[in-house]
């Protein structure tokens, strides 16, 4: 799973505005590596939390710019639905 949030982010890091979620991804997947236990738990609840939400939601998120959507959007689409899988089977 760290894997993912890592690769996510990279590919976050790409697009405009993709700087804030890029570091949050990069946030969880530190918080991920250090945590056990208890801890390892809030870490996963907190990556479910991001699925949660309407409209503008983690789900929602665009990969793209003034040009449309980048090269980039499909791996992380791909790797959002594997995060998804992943953390709802742990939790």
Known sequence: MRKILREMSALAAVAPFGESVSQHL???AVRLEQ???ASRVAV???IRA???GGMGSFQDL???DR???LPE???FDRLRHQLYE???RLV
């Open 86 to 88: 992943e953390v709802w």
């Open 26 to 28: 990069a946030d969880l």
């Open 73 to 75: 959007h499909p791996a």
């Open 62 to 64: 665009v990969l793209q």
């Open 44 to 46: 996963l609840r907190d």
């Open 50 to 52: 991001l699925y949660r």
């Open 67 to 69: 040009n449309g959507v």
């Open 35 to 37: 945590a056990d236990g």
